[in-house]
């Protein structure tokens, strides 16, 4: 401990101990900020308020731990007042001392919390394989983390389905379609996150409750989907054809590989198709229900090309060829998808207000296809990857050309 | 509503001369009467699930109802598709409860009224908030897993589950932010493992293995914990936390009863196997083993602390005991209830049940 709770002095069970560097308490964290850790132990001193200190007894004066609770001096860092912001308290708040230090590596597979004072000795409870902190680290993770807490919506409750007009069927059903489409993009989502999320170090909390919330947000997506399908006399549609799941779902390299095609590859087009939605919604309710996915969607994205960003900073440039390699696969997939006249001609109906409008309908369908893979290659360029317009997919290129 | 035509209209043979598909469309239109019943089924409004299919052939991640395509591949070879051995009851009524009830760590706790407590009692409280912060992450990482693996057309199955990874990123958070926020620190971890090689809840590979250790018996005495955080709490902010708590851990293990009430009813060929997960979460239940239970006696570091709280203070801690003896009776008592309510409380009757935890149940009777 370097600073005192203002009680201690009476107690005296919970007295300073000189300070030692403990800031690798098992040999398993590694970080480049670890020479500073003392520093920052010291710093922590400071958290404490000024009229805290000067009362503070100096270390002579404590008296010796209880031998029946010896366990209370077994922190590293003790005082800390986190302080509450004009946002409640918040994860950023918290990561105040040797709480705030996030080791460049953590071989640490005991979910040990981190910051906690390690018992040696105890075995391995896991065998994450997601340990570095370039493979899942964003720094507004906490951040988006808490927006994802505030921001939550209630499918059943803050949609008025009841005021859901009356459409016509082909409209109806081209809507349905586009749902059916999104609800698969949502089971895609909690599959693949859900396959890495226990995979991922404790010493990474921050991402790890990200993806928690990302995994909530598309039960929600889900839910909200299936519902808008069924409840205004059309039908779910045709299954998705997936193409870009199969990629999310199959990639095994690396929780960054996978964010390629979670993020970049298909984030991108949910975000696009939720913005279509509301755009071009006939009614309240839709572009409310779109609105609300919209915005959800959004901090996925962030939080992804946060990440890949970091990632990429992090391991140079033969990490971001690599991951350009990687995306000659995705891109073919993502052709493909381009191709199904399924989704697009639902959106031509959708754009154009009805069967005999697609034509004009399918002018915005153009655009949407040529934004996506706009903001695609944008994207990748945003986290370093740099994909030139001419090294694109052929498909992909048309597209962006409006093909 | 839209109004059912059958046949292409007229604009649908126009478009599709103009070189549209539109095959799907006609698809669409054929599928309408059968979204009735989807809808009937649909997670927000029904409970009748009684015509889903008793095993899923879905392998491409659609969405219950949607059309399948042909020619396309069965890339998720989802490892449960047998309703029998996921579902549960009341699955869509915990959903809503749960994204009703979502709460924020950061404002809806009164965070203002945390005062200064004397070093015992918040060393105590930190430590406490330490053990939970190392646990309560598993609950969302295991889930998590089997979401992934269970077949979608189980939806309301994999719904609740998603809640309960956010509740639990919750828990872990908010009792970091205690132990951070009243001039404290984290502490020790749980030094207490078990089973790392088998036989825990984290290492369940089938879902009513993990459920059962789980959300009957982890979390069930984790409940009883949180129910009781008035006694354990020294301010709003303890209180809000825990009450809070609770009422989430509460939904998480009326899931777990009811997935097993539903196995005993369905899967009788499988009581045998549940009666063994239970023998051996019983005895981690008694024990403290695995750290699955802070209250038990030989859960040093959390029970020490829970004594302090409870008491007053480390010189009252032998007080502390005594109130903590009697949560360990009422957590049998409320464990019991839940064997009764799932209905594999024939093992209290027969000598199966784990002889400490029987020896508790009677001192309280």
Same mark, same amino acid.
């Given at each position: ?11 005296? =069970? ?22 500073? @850790? ?185 839910? @909200? ?68 996915? =919209? ?109 | ?46 409970? $009748? ?153 984290? $290492? ?95 859960? $040093? ?14 010189? +009252?801690?032998?007080?502390?005991? +005594? ?43």
């Amino acid at each position: 401990m370097t600073a005192q709770n203002d009680a201690s002095a009476e107690h005296g =069970l919970n007295p300073p101990v000189p300070p030692v560097d403990d800031s690798n308490p098992t040999g398993r964290y590694h970080s480049s900020a670890a020479e500073r @850790v003392q520093q920052d132990v010291s710093a922590g001193d400071a958290l404490a308020p000024a009229a805290e200190s000067a009362d503070a007894e100096s270390p002579a004066e404590k008296a010796a731990p209880s031998e029946r609770f010896a366990w209370m001096k077994d922190t590293r860092q003790w005082g800390v007042r986190a302080p509450v912001t004009a946002h409640g308290l918040t994860v950023d708040a918290i990561n105040i001392g040797i709480y705030g230090e996030i080791p460049d590596e953590s071989r640490e597979m005991t979910r040990m919390p981190r910051g906690s004072f390690a018992t040696p000795g105890l075995p391995r409870l896991d065998n994450y394989s997601v340990n570095r902190k370039e493979e899942l680290w964003s720094e507004n993770a906490a951040w988006l983390y808490e927006e994802a807490i505030q921001r939550r919506w209630i499918a059943m409750q803050d949609i008025a389905w009841d005021a859901l007009p009356t459409l016509l069927l082909d409209f109806e059903l081209a809507w349905c379609q586009l749902c059916t489409e999104l609800g698969h993009h949502a089971i895609a989502e909690t599959d693949t996150i859900g396959q890495w999320l226990h995979r991922m170090n404790y010493a990474y909390i921050e991402p790890k409750m990200f993806l928690a919330t990302e995994e909530f947000d598309a039960a929600r997506h889900h839910e @909200v989907m299936r519902h808008r399908a069924l409840c205004n006399g059309g039908a779910l549609g045709v299954e998705s054809a997936g193409m870009v799941s199969r990629r999310m779902l199959e990639t095994r390299a690396g929780w960054p590989e996978t964010s390629v095609a979670l993020y970049l590859a298909r984030g991108v087009l949910t975000l696009l198709l939720y913005r279509f939605g509301a755009h071009y919604a006939a009614n309240p309710v839709d572009r409310k229900i779109f609105s609300l996915c =919209l915005q959800d969607k959004a901090r996925h994205l962030a939080y992804g090309q946060g990440m890949l960003k970091y990632s990429v900073a992090v391991q140079g440039a033969d990490f971001a060829t690599s991951l350009r390699r990687i995306l000659g696969s995705i891109e073919k997939d993502m052709a493909g998808e381009l191709k199904d006249a399924v989704l697009w001609e639902a959106l031509a109906i959708i754009a154009g207000g009805s069967v005999s409008g697609m034509k004009s309908g399918m002018a915005a369908v153009h655009k949407l296809r040529g934004d996506y893979v706009r903001q695609y290659v944008a994207r990748l360029r945003y986290v370093g990857i740099g994909k030139r317009d001419d090294a694109l997919h052929p498909d992909l290129a048309a597209a962006l050309a409006g093909g | 509503m839209a109004t059912l035509q059958d046949r292409p209209t007229i604009e649908m043979e126009q478009a599709v001369q103009d070189g549209f598909d539109l095959s799907w469309l006609q698809r669409l239109k054929e599928q309408i009467p059968g979204a009735a019943d989807e809808l009937a089924h649909d997670p927000t409004l029904a409970e $009748n699930t009684a015509g889903l299919l008793d095993e899923s052939t879905n392998f491409t991640q659609r969405t219950r109802g949607a059309l399948p395509r042909a020619g396309i591949p069965q890339y998720t070879a989802y490892t449960f598709r047998d309703k029998k051995e996921v579902w549960g009851y009341n699955l869509t009524k915990l959903y809503q409860e749960a994204v009703s009830r979502q709460w924020s760590s950061a404002t809806d706790i009164p965070w203002d009224t945390l005062r200064p407590l004397s070093d015992d009692v918040e060393a105590a409280q930190c430590q406490l908030a330490t053990f939970f912060a190392q646990v309560e992450f598993v609950a969302a990482d295991v889930p998590g897993r089997f979401i992934a693996q269970m077949s979608p057309d189980y939806h309301e199955v994999r719904m609740f589950l998603l809640t309960q990874v956010m509740d639990e990123s919750r828990h872990m958070e908010v009792f970091r932010k205690r132990a951070l926020a009243n001039g404290g620190g984290l502490m020790r971890m749980i030094d207490s493992v078990s089973d790392v090689t088998g036989g825990s809840t984290d $290492n369940a590979r089938e879902f009513t293995e993990m459920s059962s250790r789980l959300h009957i018996v982890g979390e069930g005495n984790v409940l009883t914990l949180f129910r009781l955080g008035e006694l354990m709490a020294y301010n709003d902010a303890e209180k809000a936390i825990y009450r809070r708590a609770a009422q989430d851990e509460a939904r998480h293990v009326a899931f777990g009863v009811l997935h097993a009430r539903y196995m005993n009813e369905c899967t009788p060929e499988r009581r045998e196997e549940i009666h063994a997960y239970l023998d051996e979460a019983e005895d981690r239940q008694a024990t403290g083993n695995g750290g699955e239970n802070p209250a038990a006696r030989g859960a $040093n570091l959390t029970a020490e602390s829970l004594a302090i709280l409870l008491g007053g203070g480390a010189d +009252k801690a032998d007080e502390g005991q +005594k109130i903590l003896a009697a949560i360990r009776q009422r957590q049998v008592k409320e464990y019991f209830q839940r064997l009764k309510s799932c209905g594999f409380d024939d093992r209290i009757e027969n000598g199966r049940v784990n002889p400490a935890l029987l020896e508790a149940y009677k001192a309280a009777a």
